[in-house]
Structures are given as C-alpha cells and as structure tokens.
C-alpha cells in the first residue's frame, strides 16, 4: 500500500470565528495505530470528526486512501470509516440488535454469525439478548466497540474510549483494539489523553495543541527522543501551553 | 425492535384495510337510477346521482314521520334519500349554499323570503301539526285552559314564571318570537331561558327548572311519558305550524339533483303520500300531523 | 343511577345480539376514525421528526401555529371544513359535503396537531448525540431518522394515542360536515347526541357505553405496541 489512509494539508476547522484546527501535514499510514494525544481543548476530538467524515474542514486537504475528497463525501466511502465514542449511546434494544446495526444498515448477509463472534471477541456472548439497559459503563461500551468493529471498517477511530471506564474493561478494550490491528491490519486511530495508553499502544504519536501539530513521530522516537521541547515536557507530565 | 416493527405494520394494514373497506362502502341501500326520459343537463354533473339529499328540522325527523314515509318514495324510484336533520335556520342556510337538494321546514316567513331571494323554485303547503304551551303541573302563572296563545304568555311574563325557550332560530322558536311579539312583549329577565338547543334538549331543561316552554305537538307526544310537563294551552290557531316544502332552485346551483327533487316534491303533495301522512300516529294512538297539500285540500273540498 | 344501569344493560344487549344499526354505527365509526388515523400517523410522524431534528426558516412561527393546532375546538374545524366542501364553497365540486370523506377530513385535521406535537417532543428527548453516533456507523440521513424514531417509540404511539382520543369523542365537527344521516353518516358520538335530544337516555348511555369500549380496546392494542419498555 502505497498512499497512507490519511492525508491532511493545510487543512483549517473553524467554528464560527473559533479556529479549532489548523494543520500544516498529517499523515495517518496504514496498518498502524495512530494516538493523536494533547491537553483538553486541543482539537484532537475535531480532528477525529474530520476523518470520520461527521464534519468537513473549512479550508484544505483531506485525501483518503490516495482520492482527494472535495465537497460532501459519497456514502459508499463513508461507510469505510466508523468511530467509537467517549460516550457510547446505543439505541434501546438487546445487546445482538445494536451490534447488528450497522450490518443491517448496510443490507448485509450472516448477520447472526457475525455477530455472534464479535461478541465472543469483546467477552459479551453471554449478554447477546440482554437490553443494554442493563449493562454497565465498561461492558457498554465493549458493546459500542463490537458494533464498530463487526462491520470490518478499514479504519477505525477511538475517541477517548476508556477515558471512563474502569481499569479492568479499559484494558480489555486496548487489548482487542491491539489485536484487532496485529491480525486484520486495520488502520487504527485512538485520541487519548493518557500519554500511558499512548505509550502502549501507538505505532505513530501525534502531538496537538492549540489545534495545530506540534510533533508527529514513531513511538519510540516520540517518546525517548522527542525533537520538539514542548512534547518532552508533556510525556513528562507537565503543563504545556 | 423487530417485533415492535412488525406490530406496527400490522396494525397501519389493518387500518388500511378498513380504510379501504370504508372506501367502496355504499349507503345501506345501493340505488341505480333508471335512465330518465329527460336528457340532464349539459353542464351540470349531478352531486350523487340517485341519491336526494333533504334537509329538515330536528324536530320533523325525530317525529318518526320520515322514516314512515321516505321508503315509499325510495322504493319507487330507486333512489336513496339522506336526511340531514338540523335547526330550520341551519337547513335554510344548507340550502342557500346548494349543498341540499330539497327543503322540508316550517318557518314560512323565512321559506316565502328564501323563494323570493332566488334560492328555490317555488314553496309549497305539505302538512301542518300544532304546537302546545307545556309547563309544570302546578302552574304558577295560571294559564290552564286558556284559548288565547298570546295571553298565555303575557300571564307567563307577569308571573315571571321560568320559561324555556329553543333560542335557535329554528321553527318552534320563530312561532314562539311570533306569539310574544302578539302579547308585545320583548321577553327577558332571569326567568327566561334561552337555550339554543333543539326540542328535546329543551324539554329536558323544562322539565328540571318547572318552566314553561312551546313545543310542537310531535315532540310532546314521543316524551309525553316522562316528561313531567303538562299540556295547558292549546288550540289557539296562533299555534298552528305549517310546513313547506321547496326544491333548491338548480338556476342557482346546478349541481343539485333538481329533477329527483321535483319528483319528490310531486310525490310529497299527492293525495296518496297525504293520506298517509294523516295515517301516521303517534304510539299513543293520536296523529302527529295533518295533511295540507293543494291537492290533497282539492280532493276532500 | 339507574339510567346508567338499565343503560349498560341495553349496551350488553344491542351488542349480543349484533342490532344491524348499532352495528353500522359502529362500523362507521371505525372505519372514520381508523382511515384518519392512519392519515395523521402517516403524515404527522414524519412531520413530527423533521420538526424534532431540523432547522428551517420560520420554524419558531410553524411550531406556534402547531400548538394552536393542538387546542383547536373541532366544532371550528367541522365550521371551517363545511365552508371549504360546501357547493358554495371552493371545493364544493369534489360532492363530499355530508358524506363520510368530509368527516375524515376534519378529524385528519383535528386530529393531526396532536400527532406532530407529541412526537415533535419525544424526538426531542432523544439523546441529540445518537444521530452523529449513527452517522459513523453509516446510516444515511433517513435511517438515521427512522433509528431515532424507533428510539422516541414510546412518545410516538403516545402521540397516535393522543390523535385517537382527540376523534373517536368528538361530535362538534362530524355532526357538521356529516350531517348525521342514518345508515351513511351516523358515528356512535352523533348518535348519542340525537337519542339524548329525543330523549331516549337509555339509548344514549348504552351508545356511550359502547364508545367508552371502543376506546378502551383500541389504547389497549396501543398499549401492547409500546411493548416492554413501559415497565422499565
């Protein structure tokens, strides 16, 4: 594969007269596992709905998988990309049906099937009637992520996903999200505000603050030999402005 | 979730099909009009063909006196009439607005005003019943038996007796302005009750008040069981009530079943219809009106 | 008390043994009532989520206009209805005056007000996150709406509920634009309303007998759509 999933250039978000973002070169490769990490307020969230395509940006260059997008994106490349919230919001009906969803949507085949192993993957199998009502914060949005992942997306993006759980589904989350790009090889993601999570996870760091790229770099060097003073200071736990 | 959706698309077929159902209903009975000798005309598409749409008063079709008579014009023609029964101002007004074939009331100032106005062809004499001043038996204004309609209710003001009266320009109400205006009275004060209602409403409030009211004789006689009201004045010609007939005139409105109403109104005159009208009786034996068509006056002078 | 008594009594008996009149009241009831409700539901729920979920010039005008709507007396309705069907009137060529068409006409407009408020409102309560949730997954606009429509369920057969109640009691408009003619525009509410007038409270009470069943039946077929999610 050639072209990154990603490309962004120059790429502006304003809300009204608020500028949230303002990159100069992102890349987001394939196969890899991107952090996008940074303080509260710092356009990592904006950035995430600009390539789930939920927002378009206001000046700029998205190109995706090597095709420039311009104007409203076709659904058939919308549905290549799927997103887990912070907050997972699942509509009111058993655990099998949310996770079903977007297969449905899609008039997909084997749906039973499918779902039944993804449910096996997030350690749910044995709630797949229940109504979600019932389930807690962690194996809620256990639910939320098997319902992104059983529609095979190429890309998948997590914005803060454990930011509220509890350690042992927070773990259990990266875990599959881990695994899920070692053996599918899907091109992953994740805005975190745990430089930890980061650390575990990322092929590829990228560093935001104030809405623009202070330093994208491999994990090991963005972590052992930052180049940019400010993102040594924030893997240090310090406040950066 | 699939449940509920199949649940929901059963009960949306389920009304569909009611809807359909409720579209190809016909009335109870299904009439086809006989090709008719007279070509109809050009321009005009009649409303409903084979149907007669007849506006009448409350108190005309609550009488019974319709459902007696009409199956003998359906019969006959094969047609169906529908009866809308309202206050006589409201059928005056139907048929002002063309959307009634035929007018059947009693309200002859008004009747003689809608002819002149161009509304309809002509009016015409078909029966006349009575009217009777009813109040409670002990009668504080003491008017029991008296003959004089007008002095009945003069007697009423002055006792400021409580007196129910119909308040919607229908019939019954127009005759009873009629009498007071006789007596040169302009009733009002507490004691009067105006109630915009129809006859039997009025009775019912009579009847709980103990007040006085003028009501038709058919009405009386379907409640006379119950009513707790007494008949104290009748026979004063000042309460005859006379009804008319008239056919919408299609130069108005052409889309009005004009031929079927000439017919009917041929039919409501003649002798034979009159006599059956005359045959018509109340459950108590007694007959509620009296025949008084031209014809029907012709053939018994 | 007694009235009510021998009233339930009669009901009991006009019912059993399926008196033809009292059946073609009823059925006419039912079939007026029915095809405006599905009318109202057909039209107003959509139109309920659009309202919900989209912004448009003028909405804040459109939805004072719709809560009018909701408190409208239906005697105006059946007023406003039989000046519009009257041959005097601008639609009097379509001859639905007194007819059972005229009678679905005003209780669709009665009755539609009411189906887009309350589930205008119910959409509303929906969590306003879920619609970008959908979005991710792949959902176009429109089964994104319908999700969220699912989702307000039980505000939406409210809503069809409230539409219901508003018609099958009303008698102000149908005895206007019906006419009340036996055997083709008769409902069981102008029914009870002529035998009151003549005087027959039996009758009357035993028609509101039946009416108050027809009622209670259908909201509890209403009931068994919203399912479960009542209990929780």
Not at chain 2, 253 to 277: C, G, M, Y
Not at chain 3, 158 to 178: P, Q
């Amino acid at each position: 594969m050639n072209s990154p999933v990603y490309e962004l250039r120059d790429v502006v978000k304003l809300y009204g007269q608020r500028e949230v973002l303002h990159l100069g070169h992102l890349v987001i490769p394939h196969g890899e596992i991107t952090c996008v990490v940074g303080p509260n307020g710092a356009g990592k969230s904006s950035l995430l709905r600009l390539l789930n395509f939920l927002e378009s940006p206001t000046s700029g260059q998205i190109t995706f998988d090597g095709r420039p997008l311009n104007g409203k994106v076709p659904l058939s490349l919308r549905r290549r990309v799927t997103m887990v919230f912070q907050r997972p919001i699942l509509l009111s009906a058993s655990v099998r049906d949310n996770v079903a969803y977007g297969l449905k949507l899609r008039g997909e085949k084997e749906v039973e099937a499918r779902v039944s192993q993804v449910l096996d993957l997030v350690g749910l199998s044995q709630f797949a009637r229940a109504s979600v009502k019932t389930l807690s914060g962690g194996e809620a949005q256990r639910v939320a992520l098997a319902r992104a992942i059983v529609i095979e997306p190429e890309v998948l993006l997590l914005d803060e996903p454990t930011a509220n759980l509890d350690p042992y589904n927070g773990s259990l989350i990266e875990k599959i999200v881990a695994e899920l790009n070692r053996e599918r090889g899907i091109a992953i993601a994740v805005v975190t505000h745990s430089v930890f999570q980061a650390k575990r996870l990322a092929h590829q760091v990228a560093f935001l603050l104030g809405g623009r790229e202070i330093e994208v770099a491999p994990a090991e060097q963005f972590f052992s030999t930052p180049a940019n003073p400010r993102t040594a200071a924030f893997v240090r736990g310090e406040m950066v402005y | 979730m699939k449940r509920c959706s199949a649940r929901l698309g059963l009960v949306l077929l389920v009304l569909a099909l009611l809807g359909l159902a409720g579209c190809q209903a016909t009335p109870t009975a299904t009439p086809q009009p006989e090709p008719s000798a007279v070509p109809p005309t050009p321009t005009a598409v009649v409303r409903q063909a084979g149907q007669l749409l007849l506006a009448t008063t409350t108190s005309t079709a609550d009488s019974g006196l319709l459902s007696y008579l009409l199956p003998d014009f359906e019969a006959k023609y094969n047609v169906k009439v529908n009866v809308v029964a309202v206050g006589s101002g409201q059928a005056m007004e139907i048929g002002k607005k063309g959307d009634a074939d035929v007018l059947l009331v009693h309200a002859r100032a008004a009747e003689d005003q809608f002819v002149a106005d161009g509304f309809g062809i002509k009016r015409d004499d078909v029966m006349y019943n009575d009217f009777l001043i009813l109040g409670p038996a002990a009668d504080p204004a003491g008017i029991k038996g008296m003959k004089d309609a007008a002095a009945a209710f003069a007697k009423i003001a002055e006792a400021k007796a409580p007196f129910a009266s119909r308040g919607d320009n229908s019939g019954t109400h127009v005759k009873e302005k009629d009498i007071w205006k006789k007596a040169n009275i302009t009733p009002s004060g507490d004691w009067y009750l105006s109630l915009g209602q129809g006859m039997g409403e009025t009775l019912t409030v009579a009847k709980e008040k103990g007040a006085y009211t003028l009501s038709d004789r058919g009405t009386y006689l379907s409640r006379k069981d119950n009513l707790g009201l007494e008949v104290l004045v009748e026979g004063d010609a000042a309460l005859f009530n006379p009804y008319g007939v008239i056919a919408v005139n299609p130069a108005k409105w052409p889309q009005v079943n004009a031929e079927l109403a000439n017919q009917f109104v041929e039919w409501l005159l003649s002798v034979e219809t009159q006599e059956k009208i005359a045959a018509y009786k109340h459950a108590s034996g007694l007959p509620l009106f009296f025949p008084n068509s031209e014809a029907w006056r012709a053939a018994h002078k | 008390m007694g009235d009510l008594f021998r009233g339930a009594i009669q009901a009991l008996r006009l019912i059993l043994a399926l008196d033809p009149q009292v059946l073609s009241i009823l059925g006419l009831t039912l079939r007026v009532t029915g095809i405006a409700l599905l009318f109202s539901t057909l039209i107003g729920v959509p139109l309920g989520g659009l309202f919900a979920l989209r912004r448009f010039v003028g909405k804040r005008v459109v939805i004072a206009f719709l809560y009018t709507g909701m408190g409208l007396p239906p005697v105006v309705v059946g007023l406003f209805v039989y000046l519009l069907l009257s041959r005097s009137g601008p639609l009097g060529y379509l001859g639905w005056l007194f007819t059972p068409r005229a009678m679905i006409v005003s209780q669709v407009i009665i009755s539609l007000p009411l189906v887009v408020g309350f589930t205008m409102a119910s959409v509303m309560g929906v969590d306003p996150d879920l619609r970008r949730q959908l979005a991710s997954l792949g959902a176009t606009s429109w089964q994104a709406t319908w999700a969220i429509l699912k989702e307000a369920r039980t505000g939406v057969i409210v809503s069809i509920v409230a539409g219901f109640g508003s018609i099958i009691s009303e008698v102000g408009a149908v005895m206007l634009v019906g006419g009340n003619i036996e055997g083709y525009t008769r409902t069981l509410t102008t029914a009870i309303v002529l035998e009151t007038r003549k005087g027959s409270f039996d009758l009357a009470i035993a028609l509101g007998i039946i009416l108050l069943a027809l009622s209670f039946v259908a909201n509890v077929a209403m009931l068994s759509l919203q399912g479960k999610r009542l209990g929780e």
